[in-house]
């Protein structure tokens, strides 16, 4: 443990663009002064994110090839997104990939689960506790009570200012917008109106707020989920090696899908796709 503790303090320390692993964090904070975490501690912390990520992440995963198989040009544009990184991006091959890559290389891929989590995402519910006494729709919320929202999307009053970007071409939050998260500079918007040549763009990813209300996929303030940021790495990853190896459209037997919420939001049919692998 204090080999790799040294070892991301330094690389923590010597470059501002490292993201902080989870089992990282929680060595940190377990020799730390304020808290202190034994072994069995810290392995108790690291099986709770495996065991709860388990089915929000593969229902996730399910969720948004499910939808890619039905918007075939939507797929095209998160592949192409995907070709521009092995030709002419951060690296040349895929096996290469970092968990910083995966982070910052992929910023249309990443807008695209961003939305599946916020409107189609696999939490049904989502538990609040206050830290302090406080007043919420006249009735008085105390530290231990618990409050409870349904479904992964937060209403939006259409008469209040939004805590969801609209989209691009001005896609309100109602509707469900791949490249909401994004945000175009005007020479790339100019690119994008031009693909014909040949030219691909990458534009910046706008971060969703854990401290706003319009994304509670990994919770809300200062209890989001500890293992959002293993999600992310791991969904984006697969979603890259997915779509650069594969086309993706639904199986000629595959059954109409609706979605029935259980432990988590998950497909009441087996999703059946087809799987055609991708020429060189």
């Known amino acids: ?11 923590s320390n010597n470059n501002t663009n490292h993201h902080q692993t989870f089992v990282e964090k929680i060595i940190d904070i377990s020799e730390g002064e304020k808290v202190k975490l034994n ?13 709860a990520a388990t089915d929000t992440s593969s229902n996730t995963i399910s969720f948004s090839l499910w939808e890619l198989a039905n918007d075939l040009a939507l797929q095209d ?18 096996d290469d990939l970092t968990m910083e890559d995966a982070l910052e290389c992929f910023p249309r ?3 695209f689960l961003f939305e599946m989590l916020r409107l189609k995402g696999p939490g049904p519910f989502l ?27 937060y209403p939006h009053d259409p008469n209040t200012k939004s805590e969801v970007p609209f989209g691009p071409d001005g896609e309100s939050p109602q509707e469900f917008c791949a490249r909401r998260w994004l945000s175009f500079e005007p020479e790339e918007e100019k690119k994008e109106e031009d693909n014909a040549s040949g030219t691909f763009s990458r534009p910046k990813l706008i971060m969703p707020s854990n401290r706003e209300a319009g994304f509670l996929a990994f919770g809300h303030g200062l209890r989001v989920c500890p293992g959002q940021m293993y999600a992310h790495v791991e969904m ?3 979603m890259v090696h997915l779509l650069h190896n594969f086309l993706i459209t639904p199986a000629k037997d595959c059954p109409k899908m609706t979605v029935v919420s259980r432990f988590t939001e998950t497909f ?5 796709l087809t799987l055609v692998p991708r020429g060189d």
């Not at 206050?130 to 479904?151: N, R, S, Y």
């Open 77 to 94: 544009e998160l592949y192409q997104e995907v070709v521009e990184y092995t030709q002419q991006g951060c690296k040349k091959s895929l």
């Open 1 to 11: 443990r204090k080999a790799q503790t040294n070892g991301s303090s330094s690389s």
């Open 236 to 238: 984006t990853t697969i």
């Open 127 to 153: 538990f609040f506790e206050p830290a302090e006494t406080m007043e919420f729709l006249g009735k008085t919320v105390d530290p231990g009570d618990i409050l409870v929202t349904v479904g992964p999307a």
């Open 268 to 272: 009441a049919e087996d999703l059946k």
């Open 39 to 51: 072994d069995e501690q810290v392995v108790g912390n690291l099986l709770t994110v495996f065991v």
């Open 109 to 111: 891929i990443r807008s």
